[in-house]
């Protein structure tokens, strides 16, 4: 059996071309998602569960609702969702939400200007006013590297 070597040859060639290519891009899209995975590694969530006066929490969630929310936006303080208790017969003495944050430096600088910002302070002078928040309780938590949302 005769080979012809010029075709032989060239197919050779693009062979090892294609798999070239393959393994680059592979090799490329394996290092690109180490670096989002590790680009994202700093994020954390807040937990917020705020416990409120018996009978004030529609008052918590329309303060939440009218003021407070455009406030968090306007920090870069980003709101998950918010969430009452939907059987729980404590359920009328908790108010929950969750904020995202890339880092926990941003978090804190965030707050700061949160905190800071003469909208909130109104919030503040309304709430030494009439009181509608006993305790509130905070938990930041990373996600693990097998969590959905990170």
Do not use: C
């Amino acid at each position: 059996m005769k080979i012809n070597r010029p075709k032989f040859h060239r197919w050779m060639i693009a062979v090892v071309a294609v798999a070239s290519f393959a393994t680059g891009s592979l090799t490329t899209a394996r290092f690109a998602h180490v670096a989002s995975v590790q680009a994202d590694s700093d994020r954390v969530f807040e937990l917020r569960v705020y416990h409120p006066v018996p009978g004030k929490l529609p008052a918590l969630e329309s303060r939440f609702r009218d003021t407070t929310s455009k406030l968090l936006a306007k920090h870069n303080l980003n709101v998950v969702g918010y969430w009452v208790h939907d059987d729980d017969p404590a359920g009328d003495n908790t108010f929950i939400f969750l904020l995202a944050h890339s880092s926990r430096e941003d978090a804190k600088k965030n707050w700061a200007a949160m905190v800071a910002d003469p909208g909130f302070q109104q919030v503040i002078q309304s709430e030494q006013a009439d009181k509608t928040v006993n305790k509130v309780d905070v938990t930041y938590m990373r996600p693990t590297d097998f969590s959905p949302m990170k």
